[in-house]
């Protein structure tokens, strides 16, 4: 009978993060015998460690992304992987002693350095619990698989992937193909017309979320003249969130100004209301973070995809083109020739929007604690 759960989780980008707390939210909500707690693994390691990483995670995705994505790729295979590999053997020496602290039935990790770990720990026989690993990209990596035969559940969010761990050498009976957690907001149903009062917005026109700030703030010029390039278009609305990125946000006003389009768009830096947005929103436009994607998804939008970090989001990026949900908008490429063949073409945007739902696992996140839970 599983009691207590970890939910380990490692803070480079916020995709993981909201995973975990999405598990957890579901455990605490349906689960009230089971004890769920929620640890940052490298920090609890080493808060100067955390530090160090998880800024020079930001800083070479947002000034040297290519030199990021050659880093990506290469830690699959060869040196960098058994650096890696073996860096978390020696961190996992100091994550054992709150294992054994804590005496966890269950741990479930939503980063590969927590999982690695975990399974190092079961491999040496230095602790005893299920473990579950959650990935939360729309590709595998090989870092995900290192340690795969000490895991006992692999959740992924769609069936090529559950493919590619076989080809990995991961059994079949441990891999479930249940989509990345989702947040229970995203199931709720909402009052559209209360929505769009609320924000200012005209019912019966086309609304688009554009996603303007990003946790990195990659790629600020392309941003904002596609950002521009919607704003021109005057058969949409716009919400647009600039995130943390205070001089984005002045760009996105300025712009906005002096056009005179403050009725049609409205800029925002920060909301807790995406969930709401999106159900009232016609086409999301996003970074292909593992986490927005499956909101918008689930939410049954269409994607315009911009600036995607080179290694798993450009993966994400081909995943979402090829599967005909979203557009990838690429440097040099037309924006206002593309947004007018979108607008223009209500049937390729329907066939979008069906080929979202279809594609969407709206109930994620309770399937997986069903499997981990229920059994």
Known sequence: MIKKVIVFYASYGGGHLSAARS????????????????????????????V????????????????????????????????????????????????????P????????????????????EKVRFKLATILTDFAIHNQWVVGHEYTDYFFVSHLGMKKDLIN??????????????????????????????SFGLIPGKKT??????????????????????FVRNDNIQIVAISGKNAKMKENFDNFVEETGKENSVKVLEYT????????ISDLVVTKPGGLTTTESLASGLPIVVINPIPGQEEENATFLEENKVAIWIRKGDDVEKI??????????????????????????????CKILLDS
């Open 168 to 197: 990995a050498g991961v059994s079949s009976s441990k891999i479930h193909a249940t989509g990345i957690p989702l947040s229970n907001k995203f199931l709720l149903k909402y009052d559209k017309s209360e929505i769009l009062k």
């Open 272 to 279: 807790d209301k995406v969930p709401q947005l999106m159900s």
């Open 52 to 103: 160090v990483t998880t800024t020079a995670y930001s800083e070479m995705a947002k000034k040297a992304p290519h030199a990021w994505g050659h880093i990506y790729k290469e830690s699959g295979r060869g040196p960098l992987a058994k650096i890696s590999t073996t860096s978390n053997k020696i961190m996992a020496l100091k994550l054992k002693k709150l294992l054994l602290e804590k005496q």
């Open 23 to 50: 598990i957890k939210e579901c455990i605490d909500n349906n689960y009230p015998s089971v004890n769920a707690e929620l640890i940052d693994c490298v920090k609890y390691i080493n808060k100067a460690l955390d």
């Open 105 to 124: 039935d269950l741990v479930i990790c939503t980063h590969p350095f927590a999982s690695q770990m975990c399974s190092y720990l079961k491999k040496k």
């Open 208 to 229: 688009v979320l554009f996603f303007g700030g990003g946790e990195l703030g990659l790629g600020k010029t392309q941003t904002f003249n596609i950002f521009k390039s």
């Open 339 to 368: 947004l007018n063949d979108l607008f223009s073409d209500p049937d390729k945007m329907r066939e979008m929007k069906i080929r979202a739902r279809i594609m969407s696992k709206k109930n994620s996140t309770k399937d997986i």
